[in-house]
């Protein structure tokens, strides 16, 4: 038997058909070469746009959802998520207080000292601070494993922060009118291995929600960031960068929890994905 015949004989019994179809092969798609896309304008312009409005700052408070999965043992994920009420002044004082399926946490820093306090344990880490918010936030994490997933948002230059992944992918999607109440330009992009959506404001250029996913994932788990209640260039009281509770509790070492490495490693592109608190999978 001719091997057209062999063929067009096997289609015919794996489909069930009484007319044998036998239909050419289709010409094999050349490889793409040179290497990944190159960044459309449009699509950073916006990032930069955004990364201006912030950088301009002097103060800014917000409210930070995170949410994000979580391997269960049934196979699908579990979700998770955490609170911060975030409020900072450049270029030395922040304040983090985070509430969440995980351990409730507040975080101080005043330019001088940062603390890093765990209301229900009544425990408190003090450590001397450097001199900027960007240096205290490396030193939180290098020290204790301590990080935010909206670091991008109050870092001194946070467009430079995604260039730095390095950012290999930008493009343009669309507009939206349904997040964060605001009309928003919606711009993926890739950083540091983090695949990345973001949605900006299309007039006021704040963030309003980004969603992360690690590529090398296998189970591409979602983390998603939510900002709400912006408020730029506000009054901020003299007070809000410490915490008399916290001050007066027991001390403990500023360090990663019993000395070991962190659990889930920063992403190369800080506030792409969010570090997750201790929870149980089931």
């Not at 001397?128 to 997933?149: C, G, Q, V």
């Not at 007039?203 to 980004?210: F, I, Q």
């Amino acid at each position: 038997m001719k091997p057209a015949c062999l063929r067009t004989l096997l289609l015919s019994v794996l489909l069930g058909a009484g007319v044998a179809l036998a239909a050419p092969a289709a010409p094999k798609k050349a490889p793409e070469t040179g290497g990944p896309p190159p960044l459309e304008t449009r699509a950073t312009d916006i990032l930069k746009a955004s990364s201006a409005k912030l950088a301009a700052a002097k103060a800014m408070s917000f409210t930070a959802v995170v949410s994000y999965e979580s391997s269960s043992r049934l196979g699908p994920p579990l979700v998770y998520s955490t609170k911060s009420e975030v409020t900072m002044q450049r270029p030395n004082k922040l304040k983090v207080v985070t509430l969440g399926d995980g351990p409730a946490s507040e975080f101080y820093y005043d330019g001088k000292v940062m603390m890093a306090y765990a209301p229900a344990e009544d425990l408190v880490a003090v450590a001397d601070a450097p001199a900027t918010i960007d240096e205290a936030l490396a030193a939180a994490y290098n020290s204790a494993a301590i990080y935010y997933p909206f670091e991008d948002v109050i870092v001194a230059d946070p467009y430079k922060d995604i260039a730095a992944g390095p950012l290999t992918k930008a493009f343009y999607i669309g507009q939206s009118n349904v997040v964060g109440g605001v009309t928003t330009d919606m711009v993926a992009y890739v950083t540091g291995g983090v695949f990345v959506q973001a949605w900006i404001g299309a007039d006021d250029k704040l963030p309003r929600r980004l969603y992360a996913v690690y590529l090398n994932d296998r189970a591409r788990l979602r983390h998603v960031l939510e900002l709400t209640k912006w408020e730029l260039d506000g009054a901020v009281p003299a007070d809000a960068f410490g915490s008399a509770k916290a001050a007066a509790a027991k001390r403990v070492n500023f360090a990663k929890p019993e000395g070991k490495p962190a659990a889930v490693a920063k992403p190369a592109s800080k506030g792409a994905a969010p570090k997750a608190p201790a929870a149980k999978s089931n």
